[in-house]
Every structure is written in C-alpha cells, then in structure tokens.
C-alpha cells in the first residue's frame, strides 16, 4: 500500500474498540510499520502522537472528506468512523496495525476520562438507565434554580423579610456558579463517577436542610449547599456524557440533557405554585430527596468509569487550590455587591463598592494564575484563545441571562401584574415551559442528523432577541393572544441554545480538553443566571423607586412604600389586597417596572445576537457535515438570509397550528381562570 495512503487512513479513519484490530488479535505489538515502510507511532497512553503530516482527520469525529465514497458507504455500514483519532475519540491514544494503517484504539486515557463510547459491555438497557439517572441530577438541580419563584413572595412573607425574595433565589445560584469550576477539576484527580455521587449527596443534604428550616438565615444555608451540590451535578453530567457517548451521537444525547434541563427550569414554577398553594412551599424541596435516591442507586450500579488509582495526598497536591480560592471569592464578592446594591445599601456605599471592586480585582487575578502560574489550571486560558470557541462561550453566558429571566420574572408578571395565584402564574408560563422544552430536543436532533450547528444558532439566538423585545410590550391590559406569541417566540430562542454552543465548543477542542471545556461553559451559564437575577432585580427595584414620585398623589404612603424599592418583589400578595382603584395604580407601576428591566435583557440577546455572528465568520463554527443525509444539502446551499426566514417561517407555522390552538386554548378551559378573570 503507498504510505501516504496509509497514513491518511490511519489518521482520518479510526476504528472503534470493539471492532478493532487488537481485540481480533491481542499479541498486536504497540507500534508498527506499514509494508512500505511508512511509520505512524501512537503510544497506548499519553499525548497523542503522529508522525505523518497528511493526515486530515476531525477533532470532531465526523468521517473524512479525504475518503472515496464507496470507502465513507463501510464507514457507515461498519460502524467505523464516528469515533475520535482512536476509534473511541480519545484523541490522546491510538495503535496502527501493520500494513493496513488502521488504528486499533485500545488504549486507556492517563486520567478519569474513558474513551468515548467505549465502555465495554455497554449493552443498550444499561446505556438507558444511565443517561436517564444522570438527566434525573440534571432535573433536580434545574429545578431547584426556579421551583422557588412562585413560593418567594409566601415564603418572604412567612419569614417577615423584605431580602428574602432576592437572597432565596440568588444564593442557590451564587455558590452553584462559584464553585462549579473546581468540580471539574476533582473528577479529572478522582474519577467523574465519585465525585458526581458526593456532589449528589450534598444536593441532597442541602435540600432537607431547606425543607426543615424554621427562618430565613437556616433556609438560605440550606440553599448555599444545595448550590455546591448542584453546581457538581450540572458541570459534571455533561462531562460524564462526553466521555460515555461517541462524538457522532454526542450532539443527540447532549440535547437530551438539555431538554431535562430547560423542562426543569420552566416546569419549576409550576410545581411550585401547586406545593405551595395546595400543600406547602417546603414540598419544593422533599420532593428532591427520593427522587435524588433513585438517580444515585442507578449510577451506582450502573455507571462503571474508571478513576485514577491516587492517593489522597496525591491527588490534593494536584488540586489548584489558588485556582479555586481566586475565583470562587471573587464570583461570591461580585455577586453580593451587586445583591446590596440598591436593596440593602445605597450603590454609593463603602461596601457595595468594596464588593465589587475587589471582586471584580480578585477575578482578574484568577485570569492571571490560569494563564500563568497554575501547572494544572481548572479553566485553561487556551480554551478562549480561538474566536469560535470564545464567542461560543459568549453565547452561552447570555443565554443564561435570558432563559433564566422568563423564569424568574414572567410568574412575578402574572402575579404581580394580572393577580393571578402562585399555581396559576405557574400554568401561564407553560407556553414557555413547553416550546421551550421541545425546541431544545428539536434543536439536537438537528444538529444530530445534519452535523451542523451554525443555523441553529442563528436561527435561536434570532428568535430570543425578538421574544425579550415583545416582552417588553407587556402591560395590565395585553391580550392573552399577544401573552401566548410572546412566551412561544422566546422560548423557541432559548430551547437549541442549551447544548449547541457546547457542541461548537467540542468540535474545536482536543478530546483530553472536553472535560475542561465543557465544565468551563456550564460555569459561565450558571454565572449569567446568577448575574440575570442580580441584575435583573436591580433594575427593576430602582424603576419602581423612580416611580415613586409619580404614585405619591395616587396612593397612600404604607401603599407606595410597600411597592417602591426593594420591597416590591416581595409585596405581590399585598396588592391584592388594596381597593380596586388603587390595585390598579399599583399593578401598572409593576408593569412599567418590568419592561424597563426587559430592556435591559433585550440589550443582553443582541449581544448575544453580535457573538453568533462574529463567531460565524470561523471556518469552526459552521459545523462539520457529516451524519445522516436527509436531503437538505441543497437547502443548506441556499443564502443564509434564505434559510433564516424559512426557519422563521416554520417555527410560527408550528406555534399557530399546534401550540396556541391545542395545547394552551385547552389548558385555560381546563382550569377555568381564563384570562378574562384576571385583573
């Protein structure tokens, strides 16, 4: 065979290990030559290696385009082809056969990552359970994020705290983003499958410390654990799915994970108006502990990943703790003065702004000592240095901004604004809840069948922009018609963005930075969330101040206290309470306080919209084409602006004649609280 030959197939055509070389013969030497005397040398462990520079194979995994057609047709019958370099896509080890220059891939990664796909003897029923026990973490530590926000104006009320309606939701969130760096860092060191169960076990310690707290200050250390915990739970499932599933099927089962997480977040209020109203708000969290029980008896059984065989000692020598102190006191001290700022104290204040300041200080220093002092950093400074990757990672970071804003301050609109109750402000965000549930799914399988992702991020990032601009327009008097469209356009933006800026992440990285990576986007996601509510509630506590003025000759003095400043988040049960007249002086000042604070989140989505489009201009970002042929090669040739309105036209056909007519006309009837009701 002409080396050159050879060497081009061993590089770009991987086998998998079951179907290797080496597992039809086991006294296959480590490294070997061709008959003509070409070489390519990969050792069994370590850095990859490769001698012969023709090589054009994927990082992605994707089959090559160097291949003839008839070779890519036994790709496909064969099964081969869809790993990474080694036929498990650990770009880290590969073996060359002699004289056939196809790689046996039998070799085990120096640390807790595993070949991809590859774990042996994983018969389908065993691969079902255990993704199904990890989107079981993925759901509870979603959950926990907006299950709360119909049972915060009851529960701050219970507690007599004005602070609580901020502290409850954004100190779960704060430590969540803080530490979730380190996790990553722990599974590499320790093996993913110990430290994912340990980051279990204290999400659920944290959950019955919440259900038992008899005041504020035990609640909210029960949410700061529950925080670390989930901040583990959520970085780590996707890792642990990165390792489990080829890089051809990845895309499908990440948009799994995704659709757990966004039908977590947006069926949260839901469940928290039912607990709340029907039973009590603490069921919010002891619905967590038999569920996390389940998922954590599943991954014991079932999950099989090997850890690293290091000592304690060792491996706590390997931990960079500078790494983690840095960035986690900064997050924390950012976040907090960003939380008294305008609530507690004045923004002028000596500690708010000590808090930011050194926050914002302590977070550059950690810049610093990844990029140039820590050995084994936990967020490598090389992850951002490719423009695609980096505006990926910007995606990501403000689509947590504007997903967790529709949770969070669309059920304060229904109650705040239209009166309604904790279960129904619950009900009337499911048109959100379920476009954005299913569109998150649609978006993966997508991505899954075309292996492009570029559309699809246009596309989302497009239609969020538009729905956090309609949101805006929302008052007392608005339509539900106009309620329902908004809520379908912007949870048709949210849905693809979970898992397909990670996606574009993973298809330019080396398989040994997948972990890294993938925990680095989860953290800067969870830190938007966080920074949202901040945020968000900032915003929209000084508009109310601002109107304070305006509503001094309308309403009484206890009145316009209670809805000005920081209080008005959690005065929401009391306007119900007032006259009519002045309940809807008061309900159209909460109006004007929240589309002022949706400008700020429209402004968010179109810097959103700016990073899709730079990261675009990449030769990375538009995706790899390999993957099941549906026919759309002639409808992905078209212009761009082209395929952009034929999205838009389908996504608003599919709204019209299914979502509003079937689902949401339904569900009001069922109630019996039409919109007609409210006000």
Known sequence: MDPEKAATRSATIPLQTPTSQEALNPHLPAASSSSDGATITVPRTGDFTETNSTSTGSRLGGPSFSCSEKFQEYQNSSGIGSRGSDGTGNAATAETVAGTGVASGAATAPHAVVPEGQQEGLSPKRKVIIVLALCICVFLAALDQTIITTALPIIAAQFNSATGYTWIGSSYLLTSAAFLPAWGKLSDIWGRKPVLLFAAIIFLIGSILCAAAQNLEMLLVGRVVQGLGAGGQLGLVNVTISDLIAVRERGLYLSYIGLT????????????????????????????????????????????????????????????????????????????????????????????????????????SFVYVEWKVAKLPIMPTKLFTNRTNACAYVVGFFHGFIFIAGCYFLPLYFQAVRGATALMAGVYVLPYVMVLSGFSALGGVVIAKTGRYQEVVWAAVAAMTLGAGLIIDLDRTSGWDKIVIYQIIGGMGCGPLFQSPLIAIQANIDHRDVGTATVAFAFLRTLGTALAICIGLVVFQNSMQSQSHNLASQLPGEVLDAISGHSAASSVGFVQTLQPAERVVARDAYAQGLSTMWYFFLAVSAGEFFAARQGSEEKGWEGRRGGVNLGLGRFFALPCYIRLASFFIFFIFFQFTCLRVYIYTRMVDWTGLGWAGLG
């Open 261 to 364: 997480w966004a039908f977590a977040s947006a069926i949260g209020p839901v469940l928290g108006g039912v607990f709340t109203e029907k039973v009590t708000w603490r069921l919010c969290f002891w619905i967590n502990v038999p569920i996390a029980v389940v998922a954590m008896v599943g991954l014991i059984c079932f999950l099989h990943l090997e850890s690293p065989k290091i000592t304690m000692k060792e491996g706590l020598k390997r931990v960079d703790w500078l790494g983690i102190t840095l960035v986690a006191s900064g997050t924390v001290l950012f976040l907090l003065g960003l939380e008294l700022g305008g609530v507690s104290h004045p923004w002028d204040s000596p500690i708010v702004i000590c808090f930011i300041l050194f926050g914002l200080l302590i977070l550059c």
